[in-house]
T-cell receptor, first 111, second 114 residues
């Protein structure tokens, strides 16, 4: 069963912020939210993950709602190189292994 | 993060043959995994490659079709046996060093079967 729901596609203008939503209404207390992206012809690239606090790194920010049922990945200044499929995945924080990939969101950044 | 190299990066094979894909990591890692990505689809976990013991396969994947080796903490192989056109996919290796930490992926092996 899918644990996350994402829009199938989004367009974003170069230089603007891209806000990618993800619903995970059945998330449990020890599950983290992970974001990966896959640029064409490459393997998935880890972006960021979080449990309940907002997180920021050099690539993106992750905003998790207080009830943890949804989150938003923010790419602050989208570039053409950010065109990719973005995957939101929930995963038990104490477990090894399986990442359950859904269909993701195809993000196209346009000039 | 670990640097992961897969060989070959792509191949075209004849029906009924087998191909072994290699995954090399530049540092010792606890866990190694193999995923499949069929054309236009998302990734599906095939198995966990266990060092010193048999791989752990996900539902729908069997050892006879996808034998896996993991002789040490930096290397694993996946063999796709008796290939058919339905096996045309990208096969990806991933690694994880500590439970709950991010997995990191190689760039995959793009396999086409004629």
């Amino acid at each position: 069963d899918a644990k996350t729901t994402q829009p199938p596609s989004m367009d974003c203008a170069e230089g603007r912020a891209a806000n990618l939503p993800c619903n995970h209404s059945t998330i449990s207390g020890n599950e983290y939210v992970y974001w990966y992206r896959q640029i064409h012809s490459q393997g998935p690239q880890y972006i960021i993950h979080g449990l309940k606090n907002n997180e920021t790194n050099e690539m993106a920010s992750l905003i998790i709602t207080e009830d943890r049922k949804s989150s938003t990945l923010i790419l602050p200044h989208a570039t053409l190189r950010d065109t990719a499929v973005y995957y939101c995945i929930v995963r038990d924080g104490d477990s090894w292994g399986k990442l359950q990939f859904g269909a993701g969101t195809q993000v196209v950044v346009t000039p | 993060s670990a640097v992961i190299s897969q060989k070959p990066s792509r191949d075209i094979c004849q029906r009924g043959t087998s191909l072994t894909i290699q995954c090399q990591v530049d540092s010792q890692v606890t866990m190694m995994f193999w995923y499949r990505q069929q054309p236009g689809q998302s990734l599906t976990l095939i198995a966990t490659a266990n060092q010193g013991s048999e791989a752990t396969y996900e539902s729908g994947f069997v050892i006879d079709k996808f034998p896996i080796s993991r002789p040490n903490l930096t290397f694993s192989t996946l063999t796709v046996s008796n290939m058919s056109p339905e096996d045309s996919s990208i096969y990806l290796c991933s690694v994880e060093d500590t439970g709950g930490q991010p997995q990191h992926f190689g760039d995959g092996t793009r396999l086409s079967i004629l």
